[in-house]
């Protein structure tokens, strides 16, 4: 009976087959939780730097060590070309000999026609203007390729562009309203008026419906300031809220990379005190000169 017991406690036939652990404490020191971890890392660091000497040591991949250099030159180089046209100014052009593209391209869609002085800036606009007008037949189509041409980006361009030189020509007129005496204010703004229409009429190549004597430029001007005024009163779905806020959205979207704070400082009280002396009010106070105090 002894003998039968243990003989069945040594092995049995008919059971499967039991493998030992590999997770024994000879093959697992104490690593605790991260031990996978640990072992793996290094493994992994392993084969990446034998798969690295492969490639920089082995025969069999020289051709592939040749086509990635010249892959990685070949990326600098245009990296540096990009770069050196970002950075490059645009060459000014002939505005009434070269190409009308390359004209409207400098003057509509480049920064660099920003960075002009102004005065430059109005002189390269009044040939544009000529260049237009006397434009040939080959430039026809040139000029409906380039509008056609336009793309969303190319269209924020030119607003920024117009904008900036708007900004810049009130600005011009601002910065010396600000250095005048209170009791010249008048006179200047009245220069100013007759200036600005007959700047308008050198760059258009034209004379304008205006009469020819400045007293009288400045008379009419102001008449029809009083009548728009009078007609806003009587009518004011001309200027409705939604107008004016569309129309402020338009002159200030992207002001702070179009004029500083202090131009627009400037620029504000100068178009207020403009618009008050066009209506015949004191330019201080908006209140009738004629009126009652």
């Known amino acids: 009976m002894s ?7 040594v092995t049995d036939p008919a059971a499967p087959p039991v493998m030992e652990s590999l997770l024994t404490p000879e093959t697992t020191p104490d690593l605790g939780l991260h031990a996978a971890r640990q072992v793996t890392k290094p493994r992994a660091q392993e084969q990446a730097a034998a798969m690295y000497k492969r490639f920089m040591q082995s025969p069999d991949m020289k051709w592939p060590r040749r086509i990635s250099g010249l892959a990685a030159a070949l990326g600098v180089v ?9 950075l490059t100014p645009h060459p000014q052009p002939d505005f009434l000999n070269d190409d009308l593209g390359e004209v409207l391209q400098f003057t509509l869609l480049t920064d660099d026609f920003n960075r002009l002085p102004l005065d430059e800036r109005m ?15 080959d430039d026809a189509p040139v000029m409906a ?7 969303a980006k190319m269209k924020q361009q030119v607003e920024r562009n117009v904008k900036k030189l708007a900004a810049d020509m009130i600005d011009g007129y601002a910065k010396d309203y600000a250095s005048i ?19 308008m009429e050198d760059i258009a190549g034209e004379k304008s419906p205006l009469p020819e004597k400045d007293s009288e430029r400045l008379a009419v001007i ?3 300031a009083k009548k728009d005024q009078e007609r806003m009163r009587e009518d004011t779905s001309k200027l409705s809220a939604a107008r004016a806020s569309r129309f402020f959205e338009f002159i200030h979207k992207d002001e702070g990379s179009i004029a500083n704070p202090q131009q627009r400082g400037r620029s504000v009280k100068f178009m207020r005190d403009m618009t008050r002396h066009m209506r015949d009010q004191d330019v201080s106070t908006g209140k009738p000169k004629n009126g009652p105090g």
């Open 145 to 151: 390729g380039f509008a056609a041409g336009l793309k």
């Open 3 to 9: 003998a039968t017991s243990t003989s069945s406690t």
């Open 78 to 86: 245009l990296l540096g070309i990009w770069t050196v046209i970002q």
């Open 181 to 199: 005496e209170p009791e010249r204010a008048d006179e200047f703004l009245d220069d100013a008026i007759v200036g600005f229409t007959h700047l």
């Open 222 to 224: 102001k008449n029809q």
């Open 123 to 137: 002189k390269l606009l009044k040939e544009l203007v000529q260049r237009l007008k006397t434009m040939s037949a």
